[in-house]
């Protein structure tokens, strides 16, 4: 596809979701969450945090863990108000106030909006994939065999639904478990578990949901799947001890003292819950992974002493509720899944065995499906991309996506010791102005995507009627010719004032206009090993080499690389985020301090190797 048509694709999309029955959304942290909400908002004044006279940047204060960090008690604040206020014109006006903060900070760099280009072969009809980048594969027909031959990436760090937070694991989880709701291939929210002649009734004031459930529902092994296994499932969700980073799409679920949530079984097929402030996505949350029920008794058997919660499912044979269940892991080479005779919907699907090959190497992905050897591949080499979009490929496919590739700061990082969070943000903003964005565009991702000059991604609906990223009477962003924080071009100007920054911050140039000696920069910019992303760190890396910053660009295994982003072990990291559903919260709420995708470590201690 053309550029031009992937916008068009794209913004048809956009305006289909404001017709859908769901709004977009994602999950929240329970009640133990709720607690500590409540606590906010007793020490707060309601109005707080609102800031519809603020400008940007914000005046950062100093946090009381790292004086280099800033203090995110206002942003923590605003969350929690945007998430309980039914006023929503305001609410739009707290989600703009929340971008500024965020962006202010420096912490998080946008380079470019997400799509998604995969390859499929032409034989194969009926996959599909979301604006949210979860690949659907149980509805695939033209397959040899009734086998379907799949590269998503290395091995999954969880197949667990509660503790996945990657886009790939989703892919897996949403091929082998059902929530309440699903997508279909038109991007609509529809009845999955959930009956879906009457599939659910809420309050007049949009508080107290009752769903019911489809008639004799099982789990892959045949025993009843009954609305109390939601009731076990959300209250895991919730708990402190399995620590989920998705836990805080709980947070509007009304709980009880003890942090459980507020959900009942009235019967096998009825599940009622109320909330504490109306939920304009709800379908959605019912349609993401965390939200999905899971077996009690395999969870139990397999981690009885609560040491590995996610130990049930990394067994060959767990039990679940999907199209498929496990019959095969090699780790490192491959996993076979296998139809699910009691999936609600088993009669529509016509592939026997779904075969993921697992690898991160895109050469090997790329020879492999060059080969015959596998039906659909989820990545493209950056240099096989001109010839496909030359040739026209109809096995080249792009997908419109709704997310932002972006870079990370750790706010804790030592390269900031001795600074203030204002200088702090000055070094951060400088870099991000640094930044060849139209390069990485057009040599590196090359597939139409379109350069990012805030975080909350173009198209994203607002929530009120309207689409966030624009200007308007009630909110215009920083930089007017890119309707963002940054200017989408890298000119003399924006390095100039990059430099303004950087001397705002402590820093001087020498007459080669390159930093001084005396007041170096330099850190480890941690990326996982895949040629994409290594390619755009070393882009950057070039970047701000031209003033004098030294980068190295470290490389990590998939799974160290997620965990040493979570504990805040970097200085800065590659990122992305492909939106849960679709309203700006989604991207805003991540970055409360307690969650769980907080990788800039906000209003966090510093991390300590030695702990």
Request: hydrophobic share 40%; proline share 5%; with cysteine.
């Amino acid at each position: 596809m053309r550029n031009k048509l992937l916008s068009c694709v794209l913004v048809l999309a956009m305006t289909l979701s404001l017709f859908t029955a769901c709004g977009k959304q994602s999950a929240n942290d329970g009640n133990e969450v709720a607690d500590t909400d409540a606590s906010q908002e007793n020490a707060a004044d309601d109005s707080a945090g609102t800031g519809s006279e603020a400008t940007w940047p914000t005046t950062l204060t100093n946090s009381v863990h790292n004086s280099a960090a800033p203090d995110w008690t206002e942003y923590n604040q605003l969350i929690f108000n945007i998430k309980n206020t039914t006023d929503y014109n305001e609410r739009e006006v707290m989600m703009h106030r929340a971008e500024d903060i965020l962006m202010s900070t420096g912490a998080v760099v946008p380079l470019y909006y997400y799509n998604d280009p995969y390859l499929q072969k032409t034989s194969i009809n009926g996959i599909y994939s979301s604006l949210f980048g979860t690949k659907y594969f149980m509805y695939a027909t033209g397959c040899a065999d009734n086998i379907l031959r799949v590269s998503l990436s290395s091995d999954p760090t969880y197949l667990d639904p509660t503790l996945n937070s990657s886009v790939d694991g989703a892919c897996l989880v949403a091929n082998t478990f059902a929530g309440l709701y699903t997508y279909n291939a038109e991007g609509e929210c529809i009845p999955a578990l959930a009956d879906p002649a009457n599939p659910y009734e809420v309050s007049e004031d949009g508080l107290s949901y009752t769903f019911h459930l489809r008639k004799d529902l099982k789990w892959s092994d045949g025993s009843p799947l009954t609305a109390s296994d939601f009731v076990y499932s959300w209250n895991r969700a919730v708990s402190s001890s399995l620590n989920a980073d998705y836990a805080y799409m709980f947070s509007n679920f009304a709980g009880y003292d003890d942090g459980k949530v507020k959900a009942k079984a009235i019967d096998d097929n009825t599940l009622t819950f109320p909330l504490t402030s109306p939920c304009a996505y709800i379908l959605d949350l019912m349609a993401f992974p965390i939200f999905f029920p899971v077996n009690q008794a395999c969870v139990d058997a397999a981690d009885p002493d609560g040491v590995n919660p996610g130990a049930w499912a990394e067994n060959v044979g767990f039990v679940a509720s999907g199209a498929f269940t496990l019959q095969e892991w090699i780790p490192g080479d491959k996993m076979v899944y296998v139809k699910n005779p009691y999936f609600y919907d088993a009669d529509n699907v016509s592939v026997d065995q779904l075969v993921f090959f697992t690898t991160a190497d895109e050469e090997v992905i790329f020879s492999a499906y060059k080969n015959g050897e596998i039906d659909f591949a989820d990545s493209v080499p950056t240099e096989a991309i001109p010839g496909f979009l030359s040739s026209n490929d109809p096995e080249f496919v792009i997908a419109p996506s709704l997310g932002t590739y972006y870079f990370a700061f750790n706010v804790n990082s030592h390269m900031f010791d001795g600074k203030s969070s204002a200088q702090a943000a000055a070094m951060r903003r400088a870099m991000g102005l640094l930044i060849d964005r139209s390069y990485i565009v057009n040599n590196i991702g090359q597939t139409g995507q379109v350069i990012a000059t805030s975080f909350i991604p173009e198209g994203m609906l607002d929530g009120n009627g309207g689409v966030f990223k624009t200007s308007d009477d009630k909110y215009a962003f920083p930089d007017a010719s890119s309707t963002g924080y940054y200017p989408a071009e890298k000119t003399d100007a924006s390095v100039n004032e990059a430099k303004a920054l950087l001397e705002e911050a402590g820093y001087s140039f020498g007459s080669d206009g390159k930093l001084s000696p005396d007041t170096p920069i330099a850190f480890d910019f941690l990326t996982n090993n895949s040629q994409s992303h290594i390619l755009v760190a070393e882009a950057i890396k070039k970047d701000l080499a031209e003033v004098g910053i030294e980068v190295t660009v470290v490389q990590e295994d998939w799974p160290t690389f997620l965990q040493d982003r979570k504990d805040g072990n970097y200085d800065v990291a590659r990122e992305g985020w492909l939106a849960d559903f679709n309203d700006p919260i989604n991207m805003l709420e991540m970055f409360i301090t307690e969650s769980g995708n907080n990788d800039p470590q906000f209003g966090r201690e510093p991390f300590d190797e030695e702990e």
